[in-house]
């Protein structure tokens, strides 16, 4: 809990994402402001601030988490970095909001989880979507039991990334679709469970050795319900972005859990008809910053806390090796 009336935010990175998943919601949020930005190249770095009107530039990552005027970090950093400098942000007594997946397997995902729960910080994973009204509308439904009993859960996210010098195709920087779209997908999988799955079987189609390009996997939960989910930066399955739930006495369909902002649609069929649902237009990355705010201003729960993460990382080194692939 911090003793400012303003969360002043530094980014590790002059990341695409930020502008979008933290920038712009910035500046619409009265409580958080995006004060510098850190890049291995400082003239990007320089570039990058005069664009987005950023105040601030430092010549490394070591500089930016020296900032004594700086109270958290976003952590966008390619994969494999996010557990070494979600660390070093939090022995410089800094907050972090760090981008998902949270780490590159859950062996680390412990490490950061202890040394967060030691600092006493937020450290917080960017599944902004949970944070949308949405994803907690749905949880509602379920959790009123008017679907019934819960018999099978899906999820799938599915999008086309045919430009294979991605960092995201990277083995060695934690890539591949499984640790990319299929975060979310399983992520989604486990709201709608309502648990912690264990893996049936996986399946993968490659872009090389140990680099998957899509991921299939099929689990099943304690409570006897099964679940699967369908993760692709390529494959047949060009555009995928839904979410369904079925019980005995009715099932929910979702499209497009993970941007609701651009287009959603919420479906509930039972023995009473067929319902439609659409909730806010308010960007998902708006309500997750409110909520990071709120956690480091005023000691608020978070939804995506490392214990959480621990949870998620488990299932997909998991899924990996029912693949037949090394966890990342």
């Known amino acids: 809990m911090s003793n400012t009336t303003t969360v002043r935010i530094g980014v590790l990175g002059a990341a695409r994402i930020a502008p979008n998943a933290l920038i712009a919601p910035a500046r619409d949020n009265a409580e958080a402001e995006v004060v510098a930005v850190a890049a291995r190249d400082r003239d990007r770095a320089s570039a990058y601030a005069q664009k987005h009107g950023i105040g601030r530039v430092h010549g490394s990552y070591e500089e930016l988490l020296a900032d004594p005027d700086i109270d958290a970090v976003y952590n966008p950093l390619p994969n494999a970095l996010h557990a070494r400098w979600t660390l070093a942000a939090l022995d410089a007594g800094k907050h972090v909001l760090c981008e998902k997946p949270f780490t590159s397997n859950a062996a680390e995902a ?48 599915c999008f086309p990334l045919p430009k294979f010098s991605d960092i995201r195709y990277n083995r060695d920087l934690g890539g591949g679709a499984m640790m990319d779209a299929g975060c979310y997908a399983l992520h989604m999988v486990r709201l709608l469970g309502g648990g912690e799955p264990d893996v049936v079987s996986a399946h993968a189609k490659l872009h090389k050795p140990d680099v998957d390009r899509a991921m299939k996997a099929d689990l099943v939960f304690p409570q006897g319900h099964t679940g699967a989910l369908t993760a692709s930066l390529w494959s047949r399955d060009l555009l995928k972005i839904t979410a369904s739930a079925v019980g005995d006495k009715g099932r929910v369909n979702v499209f497009n859990f993970v941007m609701p902002q651009g287009y959603h649609r919420l479906t509930v069929r039972t023995a009473d008809g067929k319902r439609v649902e659409q909730l806010s237009k308010r960007p998902s990355y708006s309500y997750q910053l409110d909520a990071f705010c709120g956690a480091v201003l005023r000691g608020e729960p978070i939804l995506t806390p490392p214990s959480d993460s621990i949870r998620t990382m488990t299932v997909i080194d998991e899924i990996y090796r029912k693949a037949g692939l090394t966890p990342r």
Not at 116 to 145: C, N, T, W
């Open 110 to 157: 412990k490490t950061v989880a202890e040394a967060a729960e030691k600092s006493g910080l937020v450290v917080m994973e960017a599944f902004h979507y949970r944070y949308h009204p949405l994803a907690q509308r749905v949880a509602d439904i379920l959790a009123s039991g008017e679907i019934g009993t819960l018999r099978h859960v899906q999820a799938a996210l």
